[in-house]
């Protein structure tokens, strides 16, 4: 049997080792469906996922709802109106062939709404009509995290929390302790830049009210999770030192992967040409030296200058510059090993 923890002042008891299926919607329905069931069986029961997560919504239905009473589910909207969170909401039901959202997330909204807020207000409305269960809130500012945390309306609270992250960060785990309010860690291997699942996992795992979600889109991910779940390892020196030096190579700004600066008018990779100085350095190079790639990260001469990708970054980045900075590292890495 997993472990499992109850999610704040929810009645939800939810397994401390839970899916994150937005890589899901990567795969097509058939190699989501052997991954999602295979999750159930082996004892996962909180799936989160997203209406701006293409099909994900959809691969859950079609795998999960005949055990649906079983299982817990999450979803978002990223709605800035009453009218749009419905619509969003009722497409959601749909997708996931179900009558209720167990725990229904605002998707990193600018400002945290309350009870003066149309769209928080919504949400009472959607929960009084039982088509919502629990309220709940993603933030990628740590400032919005707190705030949406101690506000008292909110009842689960989804943040960046991994290996990396500052001890100002990892002050929100008791700030929702103390509040009673469901942590959901996202992001806990970095966007992809951890590339320790066994550290990432043993870090997390010693806060008692944290439910990490894990990004997974292969059988081989999933069964890393599955072990390790049955066989938590201990916060050893070895992992302190891993952590440490990950810390260390990972310091200052860098792109997280988040996608919220997408699309880009130029067709640019933003995510992913974001962070390739790391990628070619903390996983396989090859598949990045390809021609392909070569191509996708030359677009990056194309850019405009529109900025828009800078105003949408939770984290600040001055994105158009890191993307310059990074072509000219690509360029000069791709010199040396292609």
Known sequence: ???????????????????????IQRLNFEEADVILKKAYTNGINFFDTARVYTDSEEKIGYSLSKYRKNIIIATKTNANDEK?????????LENLKTEYIDIYQLHNPLVVPDIKNKLYNALKKAQKEGLIKFIGITCHRLDNAIKAAQSGLYDTVQYPLNTISSDKDLELIDICNNENVGLIAMKAMSGGLILNAKTAFTFLRQFKNVVPIWGIQSIKELDEFLDLDKNPPKLTDEILRTIEKDKKELAGDFCRGCGYCMPCPMKIEIPMAARMSLLLRRAPYENFLSNDWNKKMHLIESCINCGKCKEKCPYDLDTPRLLRDMLLDYKEFYKNHR
């Not at 749009?84 to 959601?92: D, G, K, Q, V």
């Open 1 to 23: 049997m997993m472990e499992k923890v109850k999610l704040g002042k929810t009645n939800l008891d939810v397994t401390r080792t839970a899916f994150g299926a937005l890589p």
């Open 84 to 92: 749009t969170l419905f619509e969003h909401l009722y497409c959601s």
